[in-house]
């Protein structure tokens, strides 16, 4: 019978595995599914510390394309939720970085919105 310590580098072997299987897969959703600087930095943003309100405004979006887009994610299983007082919030599962996604520019984001028709 395997002991305890045993058990656990078993553990940690598969899940080393694990991951290293997975990491194309979660960087195919990333992409697609954040598929322009906005989405890139709402999702950033969401580290379950900020509400959608907070998020919404520093990226200069309504409260409601924050929720919408928390909501979409959540079905492709890169955010979590997090329970608040009042209600819900969303902590994204990846840090972009790890995958190689550039992290936009907050100011280059407003600027671009300010530039549109």
């Not at 959703?29 to 919404?56: M, P, Q, W």
Request: hydrophobic letters at 40%; a neutral charge; aromatic letters at 8%.
């Amino acid at each position: 019978m395997k002991t305890d310590d045993e058990i656990t580098e078993i553990l940690k072997d598969i899940l080393k595995w694990i991951k290293f299987l997975g990491i194309n897969a979660v960087k195919d959703v990333l992409v697609n599914v954040l598929d322009n600087d906005r989405k890139k930095l709402i999702y950033h943003l969401s580290d379950g510390n900020r509400s959608s309100i907070e998020i919404a405004k520093l990226v200069g979006v309504s409260d409601r394309t924050v929720r919408r887009y928390w909501a979409s994610w959540m079905r492709h299983g890169i955010v979590e939720p997090i329970r608040v007082r009042g209600g819900e919030r969303y902590k994204k599962a990846f840090e972009l970085e790890d995958f190689g996604i550039e992290i936009p520019d907050l100011k280059i984001v407003k600027r671009d919105d300010e530039n549109e028709p």
